[in-house]
């Protein structure tokens, strides 16, 4: 998708809000980062180095994942999405929590940070988003 088809899509949406709504946009197909890659080393009139082409202008290099980088993007936390009268536009129905309630329960995980109560912080952190799993949370104090 290009960027003006985006951005007729999210003022699409925003036509579509009427308060405190999320919405969805279908962007496509996921592009491989390797194969854009090529095709601007390819559309800049150069040629890749690579085995095959050692005498290539630029070399494509995979260095990996950088911290809190990610393969994948998990766009809502739950399934309960619906459709709107744009086919590439969804609403998101998640789970809200009232302000104050919000407020409490950050106040308390808060202060469990400070204390250094692991426990009771993973237990805070499952009620705020219970989607989040069985996953392990480790807290460790800086030296």
């Known amino acids: 998708m290009t960027i003006p088809e985006a951005a007729e899509l999210v003022l699409q949406a925003t036509g579509m809000a009427q308060g405190g709504e999320v919405f969805v ?3 496509g197909e996921p592009v491989k980062l390797v194969d854009l ?4 080393v390819e559309l ?3 040629s890749i180095r690579d085995s095959k082409n050692p005498d ?3 070399a494509i290099t995979f260095t990996g ?3 809190g980088e990610k393969l994948y993007e998990e766009l809502l936390l739950s399934d309960n999405d619906q459709p709107t009268a744009h086919p590439l536009i969804r609403q998101a129905k998640e789970r809200r929590l009232e302000h104050a309630v919000l407020n409490n329960l950050l106040d308390e995980l808060s ?3 400070e204390n250094w109560d ?4 993973t237990e805070l952190i499952h009620q705020l988003v219970p989607e989040y799993g069985k996953a392990t949370i480790y807290f460790r104090r800086e030296a």
Request: charged share 25%; glycine share 14%.
């Open 25 to 27: 946009l279908d962007m």
């Open 37 to 40: 890659a090529r095709q601007m």
């Open 44 to 46: 800049s009139g150069c």
């Open 56 to 58: 290539g202008d630029i």
């Open 65 to 67: 994942l950088r911290p």
């Open 111 to 113: 202060e469990c940070l």
């Open 118 to 121: 692991g426990t009771r912080a």
